[in-house]
């Protein structure tokens, strides 16, 4: 979503923070990227991330999700849906089934297009019978990395994407230095990976389906889409953290904007 703003889009990100300074820090943070916090606030601790990264790059994520998942359908209102015109699900929130679901038909009534990203292979293995339901009944673009494709499907990621798009309108699986595949109806499409050797792949996903998403709500091509995706994630790769530095986001604009010609 902070992306997303540096972009120029409309952005909201509705969560839950305890009482803390990291509640207070990403409190902050959402408001200076130009995004639109809906945060409740519970309890006296916030969900954390952990990250180690190795020497090539890759990372492994210890997570403790805090008051998140405590989340519930009375937080997510009609009124809050109503300004946007999609609605972007992380795949951790499959843990609160209630929330999904109720969250899900509010945004199909009023008319949002709904993204999933799976998030992570095992919160797929966990949930595989909901993902079964969801996917096909309500989601329209469905963002997945190539272990979580094969996770789902049981298949190598070329063949997952088959596998994958008849159930929505656009399926995406991000293949790391190999670049990401979109698919939609017969068309398919493959982009290369941005940006040189990572030295913290952390958030690559996230700013690939920033990029996407907003590529996609400016009219763009699959193509010019997931090539919005791949330049933010390869400028992300090149830093430690999940966030592209605030500096480069006029340089990003200019080629965003080549893209978009």
């Given at each position: ?39 409740v ?18 990372r ?8 998140a998942?405590?989340?519930?359908a ?40 709904i ?6 292979f095992n ?8 993902l ?69 792949t952390?958030?690559a996903g ?5 990029g996407?998403?907003f ?15 791949s ?31």
């Amino acid at each position: 979503m902070r992306a997303i703003s540096y972009l120029g889009g409309q952005a909201g990100f509705i969560g839950k923070i305890g009482h803390d300074h990291f509640g207070t820090f990403y409190e902050k943070e959402i408001r200076q990227a130009g995004t639109t916090p809906y945060l409740v606030k519970e309890g006296p601790v916030t969900g954390v991330s952990t990250i180690l990264i190795s020497p090539d790059g890759e990372r492994t994520m210890a997570t403790f999700l805090g008051p998140a998942p405590t989340l519930t359908a009375a937080d997510i209102t009609p009124d809050i849906l109503s300004t946007y015109q999609y609605m972007f699900v992380e795949g951790y929130l499959l843990v609160n089934e209630e929330l999904v679901r109720s969250t899900l038909q509010k945004a199909r009534q009023a008319g949002l297009k709904i993204v999933l990203d799976l998030a992570n292979f095992n919160i797929v293995n966990g949930f595989k019978s909901l993902l079964d339901e969801i996917i096909p009944g309500y989601v329209d673009i469905l963002l997945s990395n190539e272990p979580e494709a094969e996770a789902f499907t049981g298949l190598p990621a070329a063949e997952a994407i088959d596998k994958i798009t008849p159930m929505v309108d656009i399926c995406v699986v991000t293949l790391g230095k190999e670049g990401a595949l979109v698919a939609s109806g017969t068309e398919k499409v493959k982009v290369a990976a941005e940006g040189g050797k990572p030295v913290d792949t952390t958030g690559a996903g996230d700013n690939f389906a920033a990029g996407f998403l907003f590529g996609q709500n400016s009219g763009a091509s699959l193509e010019q889409s997931a090539r919005i995706g791949s330049l933010l994630a390869g400028y992300v790769i090149e830093e430690i953290g999940p966030q592209i530095s605030a500096g480069k986001w006029e340089q990003i604009k200019l080629k965003v904007n080549g893209i978009l010609k």
